[in-house]
């Protein structure tokens, strides 16, 4: 009987500590909606309409599967409202949890010196499942590059430079003092938005945002 009881006990632990942590995984804030103070520089990595109402800016981690997947609902975002939406794109490696995510964002950034940037980074997260766990992921970093036309040299000494180093850690820290919550985070005009998960749901978003512009 005192094992029943033991047993009863230790699984009712259990199925308390599981609804605990969804409890925390699904909470939302409750205060006031957290706003970006750094201004979108000229040399960042925007597409769209330079002068667009509406601006953007999504903190990503080229690792980060959740990214992967909000990479193509953002780009059809591009293509729906060329006019009207600009995106800028800034880096937020995890790097305590992502092992290649600085790496890629390099490979990025040493891709955008020859002003493949947006092509990069779409390989990257067309291809996050072949390098994502990959001891040789630098290899297929510069594979990709070649595939793009690069100059091989080039990109490795523009993957290893301080230039590049010193930009994404700007992106990250800039990401950091907004208290972003994790990647991928989006601020819609300054302001973070929660993420609708759904192209559809970004639609209507936007659509409303543009009403009220």
Not at 33 to 43: G, K, Q, R, Y
Not at 59 to 84: E, G, H, N, R, V
Not at 189 to 200: C, R
Request: include cysteine; hydrophobic fraction near 40%.
């Amino acid at each position: 009987m005192k094992q029943i009881i033991l047993w009863v006990a230790i699984i009712g632990g259990l199925i308390l500590m599981v609804v605990a942590l969804a409890h925390v995984g699904t909470k939302t804030s409750t205060g006031p909606a957290a706003t970006l103070e750094t201004p979108v520089a000229d040399d960042e990595h925007t597409k769209g309409n330079p002068n667009a109402p509406l601006t953007l800016v999504e903190y990503s981690d080229f690792q980060c599967p959740a990214c992967a997947s909000m990479y193509p609902i953002i780009k059809q975002l591009s293509t729906t409202f060329p006019d009207d939406l600009k995106v800028v794109y800034r880096h937020f490696p995890l790097r305590q949890i992502h092992a290649q995510a600085q790496l890629a964002a390099e490979a990025a950034e040493a891709a955008g010196e020859q002003n493949k940037f947006w092509e990069m980074h779409d390989l990257l997260f067309n291809t996050q499942r072949e390098w994502s766990d990959n001891p040789d992921a630098r290899d297929i970093f510069i594979e990709l590059a070649a595939s793009l036309g690069l100059d091989e040299d080039q990109f490795i000494t523009d993957m290893n430079s301080k230039k590049t180093k010193n930009t994404i850690s700007d992106h990250y820290a800039s990401g950091a003092s907004a208290n972003i919550p994790g990647t991928p985070s989006l601020f819609l005009n300054g302001t973070l938005i929660q993420n609708p998960g759904t192209y559809d749901g970004f639609k209507t978003l936007i659509e409303d945002a543009l009403a009220n512009s």
